[in-house]
């Protein structure tokens, strides 16, 4: 059944598939180790570091979902980009990612460069001659993050691949923002999906996971000969959990999506807010890309507080139903400082080049009543117009 919706999918995987006690819901198998049916005879699953039956279930769920040809289930969104550039970059292979992308991402690339690894060149993306040159200078691997974090910044994903493809790069696409529902880069042109599950996939704030998909199936088994080596691979648990969290994302993201289309318009009549950072806005550069490749705009947003720096505190310590904290795509709703919190590891100078001010804060909206967060908002707001700190 190939032509399954996304939401069919996502409900419907390893659903009836127990053939012991005929659960309708696939049990969770948290055996370390498997039975050899006769000597010599390698079972379908013998140690779970390179194969359990939950993780296999997500992992093809995952894989259904980005039309990939297999996918490698890890313990978190970072060593799933770990486990892509351990497999695919030697000493003398060039990656480039974005400037302004996730902080940890940034962070990690960086960081084992400096240690020679591999070579890394981080550019703005939305900078068309910026691309150029980075890519005239040969690299084995780009990475895209469209839209970006936080500035939710669109890139062409199809045009970028038709470039890679002219010069022999393979091109990955962080699809956490938007999830499947809304963005299917292999059907763009990418070669690789990759997810921090940790954020809408799961979407309940309660399970660190990642996931990268491959577009061939010999990537995908490189993958997993290399998740297996080097001890990438996520936990039977997370593994049921995630699957778990996944089955109710097709209506997870409508109504984040919805529920964000109502606050942006509240932004807008706000004097305490600057500029917005939502694709869905017709003066966001990436607008028309965002109209073309994706089927939704995404619930993330961003925006600048236009007043003081004490104000911004004091605003977000009055706010009840908007948690301060890192993470996104979970149900409940969260206001996050990215030059405080989630980027801070990038220090001030790569802060300041991708552009994330001290005056910038990201809103990951989630599934409390839509009023009820305006509301919030409102009371915050009022507060902050009368504090005088
Ligand atoms: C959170 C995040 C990651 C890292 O994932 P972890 O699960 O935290 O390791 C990577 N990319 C993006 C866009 C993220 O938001």
Redesign the pocket.
Known sequence: MSDRKPSTIAVRTGIESDTQHHAVVPPIYLSTNYGFPAFGEVPNYDYTRSGNPNRGLLEQALSELESGEGAVITN??????NLWVSTFLGPDDLIVAPHD??G??FRLFNTRANKGDFKVNFVDQVDEAALDQALAQKPKLILL?TPS?PLVRVVDIEKICQKAKAIGAMVAV?N??LTPIYQKPLELGADFV?H????FINGHSDV???VIIAKSAQDAEELAWWGNCIGATGTPFDSYMTLRGLRTLGARMRVHEESSLEILKFLTTQSLVKTIYHPSLPEHPGHEIAKKQQSGFGSMLSFEFAGSFDQLKYFVGELSLFSLAE??GGVESLICHPASMTHRAMGEEALAKAGVSQQLLRLSVGLEDAQDLIADLQQAFAKTHRYQG
């Open positions: 978190c969104g970072t060593s799933a980009l992308c996730y940890g991402t993050e974090n962080d956490t923002f990759i921090s599950t940790t954020k660190i996971g990642g993470s996104l």
